[in-house]
């Protein structure tokens, strides 16, 4: 009998999920590959499994091994120090990881709160090209909660005011044809430019850089996916955001991912989403993943337990 699941994989690579994996317990030497091409022999898992691996399997694994190794990331990207936030999700994708700025700044201005982690502290900070900073120095709890909420493959998705582009990264190993993401800053579309070359995905990501509250509607239409979180940082901007999701939704096969820390503009948002959208729509408090590796706020330096999601 085959067990129904192999011991958990530290590597992020997990025979069980792969399809051209064949285990055959209490039985040693090499094994039959269900491809049928050439094998690579059995391989024991804690004494009592034997994975039998075709050369396209093996290919697969020693791919993930690389992924998943911290010594060959990037360590700069567009002039700044830069280290991986890796998240292991729990299913087959296993780990995803975005690429934030990580250099403590030599000198913080007067505006920093007194709050902010050392290790958020950059030079990134101090850089006058930089208007928002906050989408480069880590990934926020929100964006942890929309990369779980997408079900299915979707053909091609839009993740508005991206940053690191948690999210969008999920969304690429999911299996997404094309992933637009839309950031107003070319630093955090940079840094996600290089996460998805990292993890071999670089062909689908259009990278945007533009106005979250000025979509063409080319590109709406484009898409069956949109992904906002932690967007609505003013009453103008989420009501903006808020006529323009509540119309596309409408349209048939389509899904809208938003969630929200509690900022300022959800009122006018949730208002102007229930007009444009002719639904109930309200945010569902829901609980930050217990795989997130981070769950501070950038805003108030608190640990988050929940968000918002949109429910219509």
Known sequence: MIPAALPPSTSGWSPHVHRHTLRVPGISGSGCCPTGTSLFGA????????????????THKESCLR??????WPTSVSGYAVRPIIAKLPHEIGSVAALVVDEEAECVD????EWVPAEWLSPVMGDSGVSDVYGA?????????AAEAP???PFSCLELGCGAGFPSLVAGRLGAERVYALDSEQLTLDLLQAAFERQGTCGRLVPLLG????????????????????LLYSVELGKSLGWC??????????QLVLTDGGRSGRPAFLEAFREA?????????????????????FFDGTSTQTVGLLRY
Do not use: T
């Open 43 to 58: 391989h024991w898992v804690e004494g009592a499994i034997v994975v039998a691996m075709c050369r396209r399997c093996q």
């Open 67 to 72: 992924r998943n190794s911290l010594s060959d």
């Open 110 to 113: 007067e505006d920093i709160p």
């Open 137 to 145: 120095i880590g990934v926020w709890p929100a964006a942890f909660v």
């Open 151 to 153: 079900k299915g493959k």
């Open 211 to 230: 106005d979250a509250s000025k979509l063409p509607q080319d590109l709406l239409a484009s898409v069956s996916l949109i992904i906002v979180s932690d």
């Open 245 to 254: 999701l509540g119309r596309w939704v409408i349209g048939e096969g389509r």
């Open 277 to 297: 959208s002719s639904s109930d729509a309200c945010f569902e408090d829901v609980p930050v993943p217990d795989w997130a590796p981070q769950k501070g706020d």
